[in-house]
């Protein structure tokens, strides 16, 4: 299959977990993907591991260091992909981080680190692949990550389901204002997915005192999956090659959830 054949897709977030699952699935749909993170060194890894792919797929494969949160990188970033493939097709706006807190002990530092990236950086990354589609006169699609955490919150990780309930936001605010440049907006959200920042994550709830012992919390976070697991990021891949191909041009200001039924909204 060839879902997004000669569409040039950027992916942050991408040097591991569901944004390298990400660009490894456009890759093997024939897409040209630059991989991108803040880890300057894992990323130009996963890139040069994924030449093989990006050849047998029929696209191209470049990557960039970035951090989401400072404008000049970002452009630098959408400039690298664009000398490299011709064009931006699809923009991902993936990169997150988290910090669980309990609600009471959430402090300037948490609440300003965690806002920083999930908020602002996809404020940013929106931005400026909005104003490369308009620079190239053509139609383009932005995809931003939210999270099973954007539609209800949970007292250890506030700031997190904050920040998601943000990137719902400014996907619908993006999607309304952006319509008139033929450019649609879109996102989905994971639940529990196997990787490395829930590893993270289960260790700093320990710290914390929310967990007990390793696995505890991922446990506890899925036991109400209709599916009867978490997910694997190849779970969510499905979905992000249907929201960067053509089938799913018409849909804009949507964010669908990936969550195995864990929460019905």
Not at 152 to 175: E, H, I, M, R
Request: net charge negative; with cysteine.
């Amino acid at each position: 299959m060839a879902r997004v054949k000669g569409r040039s897709c950027i992916v942050t977030g991408a040097a591991r977990g569901i944004g390298r699952a990400i660009g490894e699935a456009l890759l093997d749909e024939g897409a040209d993907v630059c991989f991108a993170d803040i880890n300057g060194t894992a990323i130009r890894e996963v890139a040069l591991a994924n030449a093989a792919r990006a050849e047998a797929g029929g696209g191209k494969v470049t990557w960039a260091q970035v951090d989401v949160a400072e404008r000049a990188e970002v452009r630098a970033m959408i400039d690298k992909a664009v000398g490299a493939f011709g064009k931006l097709d699809v923009m991902f706006n993936n990169a997150g981080v988290n910090k669980p807190m309990n609600f009471l002990d959430v402090t300037e530092e948490n609440w300003t680190f965690i806002m920083r990236v999930n908020g602002l950086g996809c404020l940013i990354g929106m931005q400026e692949a909005a104003q490369q589609f308009i620079r190239q006169g053509s139609f383009g699609k932005i995809v931003n990550t939210a999270s099973v955490a954007s539609r209800q919150g949970f007292d250890t990780v506030a700031p997190y389901c904050a920040s998601k309930w943000g990137v719902v936001s400014l996907t619908q605010s993006g999607a309304r204002d952006l319509a008139k440049h033929d450019i649609t907006v879109t996102g989905f959200a994971p639940g529990v997915v196997a990787t490395e920042m829930w590893d993270e994550v289960d260790r700093d709830l320990m710290e914390i005192g929310a967990a007990e012992k390793p696995g505890q919390a991922m446990q506890e976070f899925s036991a109400s999956i209709l599916r009867g697991r978490v997910a694997r990021p190849q779970d969510i891949t499905g979905t992000t090659t249907f929201l960067a191909s053509p089938e799913s041009d018409y849909m804009t200001g949507q964010i669908v959830m990936i969550d195995g039924g864990m929460t019905l909204v």
